[in-house]
């Protein structure tokens, strides 16, 4: 389904993009997300499809808004039945649907007595009481804890699934993003990048994408020149004591120009376990401030000169190099991880502080 709104008040913004599955429209607060969902739902004046000049009611849309909006006075089947049409058999057909959420044994309880995840849930059930053709979901995580919010968004996903129903979920968390079908990146009121949320995260279009997405290496530097027999381009990463990167040729730079530049912290690579077998195209010294164990992966931030660079590796090979904070070690700043944009000081474009 491709949405194709434009929206001159409360505030003025274009979106054209295409859902399918689960599709995130990220953006950071303040962009109109909200708005375009109200749009699309008819609940303010815009031009666009699908559902353009239709009334709300006359909507096939099915509206989940953040905190959910359940009715603190109406237990779970009654919230459900609210959207249903008066007759003897409501309360059937909403428990009907709360069993289709896996939730009928919670028919009679009320809102407080339920946790974040079996609210959503019930809200859900009544979006899906409305025979949406299309699920909108406002900040689905913003009443859901950090240890639950995976957990909870991953079988809600499944459910868009198994219910075969597109869904457009707006939200500022990258984490949300990442558990998508499909991901719409919104920076400056209008639509900057949309793929999967691979296509995304690996290739962000420009530096405001790339901190949208909770990239934490994005800094800058000098360009000094070109490398024509090696397809490469030279920076200077001067806030890094000088240290001198190769990334594939950028032939729109030119030597002395300012650049954003950015690396996944899993292109940020520590030396093989077997020497032999470390080779470092764009070599960086660093001493270790901090390690995350996150299980099988530990997160390192490295002070290099006056900038901190976080890198992702397996915990045997961290153990392997003994790091400890204080630790001085050289990693290989992957080439191909590399990205870089022409620099820009307008204000929020992602200037590294």
Not at 103 to 119: K, T
Not at 164 to 182: C, F, I, K
Not at 222 to 228: C, N, Q, S
Request: with cysteine; proline share 7%; net charge positive.
């Amino acid at each position: 389904m491709r949405i194709d709104y434009r929206i001159d008040r409360p505030v003025r913004l274009e979106a054209s993009f295409e859902v399918e599955g689960f599709t995130v429209l990220l953006g950071q607060s303040g962009e109109g997300k909200t708005t375009l969902l109200r749009a699309i739902a008819g609940l303010l004046p815009a031009q666009g499809e699908p559902f353009g000049g239709l009334p709300p009611q006359h909507r096939a849309i099915g509206y989940l808004p953040q905190g959910y909006a359940l009715f603190p006075h109406l237990c779970a089947w009654e919230n459900v039945a609210f959207a249903l049409p008066r007759g003897s058999h409501r309360r059937a057909q909403a428990i009907g649907f709360l069993a289709r959420v896996r939730l009928a044994q919670v028919a009679d309880h009320y809102p407080i007595a339920l946790s974040g995840g079996q609210q959503q849930r019930v809200a859900l059930a009544r979006a899906l009481a409305r025979k949406p053709q299309l699920l909108l979901l406002d900040e689905p995580t913003s009443a859901l804890d950090a240890a639950t919010r995976n957990e909870v968004m991953a079988e809600l996903i499944a459910e868009m699934h198994e219910f075969g129903l597109p869904a457009l979920a707006v939200s500022h968390d990258p984490h949300v993003a990442m558990l998508a079908d499909r991901v719409a990146v919104m920076s400056g009121r209008r639509i900057v990048q949309q793929g999967t949320p691979e296509q995304v995260l690996s290739r962000p279009a420009s530096v405001a994408v790339a901190r949208l997405l909770g990239h934490r290496n994005v800094f800058t530097a000098v360009v000094t020149g070109h490398e024509a027999a090696t397809g490469t381009t030279v920076l200077q990463w001067e806030t890094a004591n000088g240290s001198t990167l190769r990334v594939p040729q950028q032939a729109g730079l030119a030597a002395g120009q300012r650049v954003h530049w950015m690396i996944p912290a899993a292109a940020v690579r520590l030396p093989s376990a077997k020497a032999e077998q470390y080779r470092s195209g764009n070599p960086v010294v660093g001493r270790v401030e901090t390690l995350l164990n996150l299980g099988a992966l530990c997160q390192v931030a490295l002070r290099c000169g006056a900038e901190q660079l976080w890198l992702a590796a397996p915990v045997d090979l961290v153990r392997h190099h003994r790091l400890t904070p204080g630790h001085e070690i050289t990693v290989d700043l992957r080439s191909n991880g590399l990205l870089c944009w022409p620099h820009t000081d307008r204000p929020g474009s992602g200037e590294h502080a």
